[in-house]
């Protein structure tokens, strides 16, 4: 039950594009197309963003997609817009029938 | 409109218990997978536990088994979760969530602090 790797930040100015990536093993993130990414703003409830590897929600922009090759998922965000600051949760499900999240992601728009 | 509620939150000492409780609303209850998921404060989220749509499947974080149970209540549309042997690093917020993966209603959290 390790949580999935993140990298613990990262940034971009406004109109850029950004990759956030998060990996995990053979037992979650490569083994189940369950992968999910969370935007979250502390004090309040997580969003779903992405789910099942590359669907998005309704209401969700489309600047927002997701990808996975073998036991890496990532997350891009394009057009970057200021909005967007937060941090960025991927997760996913798992061997033992129970989530798995990483460790979280700042995204800091210049 | 699916709404969760959490109650039960609050200070408990060292080794004390809690009980916490989500209402949920705006969906057939009973046919859901629900899910508990923490955040310590200044760190990442945590699944906690999660609970199939009729209880005969329970998982929990290993961290937390033998000292945690989730229930439910399909009648009263509730969903539980029994803290015993509370430590301060289950100090968290906890969120009552619809789902097993990809969640897409959370409620909006009860803080649980473990403190002396």
């Known amino acids: 039950q390790s949580a999935l790797t993140q990298p613990a930040s990262v940034s971009g100015s406004p109109g850029q594009s950004i990759t956030i990536s998060c990996t995990g093993t053979?037992?979650?993130?490569?083994?189940?197309?369950?992968v999910s990414w969370y935007q979250h703003h502390p004090g309040k409830a997580p969003k779903l963003m992405i789910y099942d590897v590359t669907n998005r929600p309704s209401g969700v922009s489309n600047r927002f997609s997701g990808s996975k090759s073998g036991n890496t998922a990532s997350l891009t965000i394009s057009g970057l817009q200021a909005e967007d600051e937060a941090d960025y949760y991927c997760?996913?499900?798992?061997?033992?029938?129970?989530?798995?999240f990483g460790g979280g992601t700042k995204l800091t728009v210049l | 409109e699916v709404q969760l509620v959490e109650s039960g939150g609050g200070l408990v000492q060292p080794g004390g218990s809690l009980r916490l409780s989500c209402a949920a609303s705006?969906?057939?209850?009973?046919?859901?997978?629900m899910s508990w998921v923490r955040q310590p404060p200044g760190k990442g989220l945590e699944w906690v536990a999660n609970i199939k749509h009729d209880g005969s499947e329970k998982y929990y974080v290993d961290s937390v088994k033998g000292r945690f149970t989730i229930s439910r209540d399909n009648a009263k549309n509730s969903l539980y979760l029994q803290m015993n042997s509370l430590r301060v690093e289950d100090t968290a917020m906890y969120f009552c969530?619809?789902?097993?993966?990809?969640?897409?209603?959370w409620g909006q959290g009860s803080l649980v602090t473990v403190s002396s």
């Open positions: 053979s037992s979650d993130v490569g083994g189940y197309n369950y």
């Open positions: 997760g996913s499900y798992t061997s033992n029938s129970l989530g798995v």
């Open positions: 705006g969906f057939t209850f009973s046919n859901y997978w």
């Open positions: 969530a619809r789902g097993h993966h990809g969640i897409l209603y």
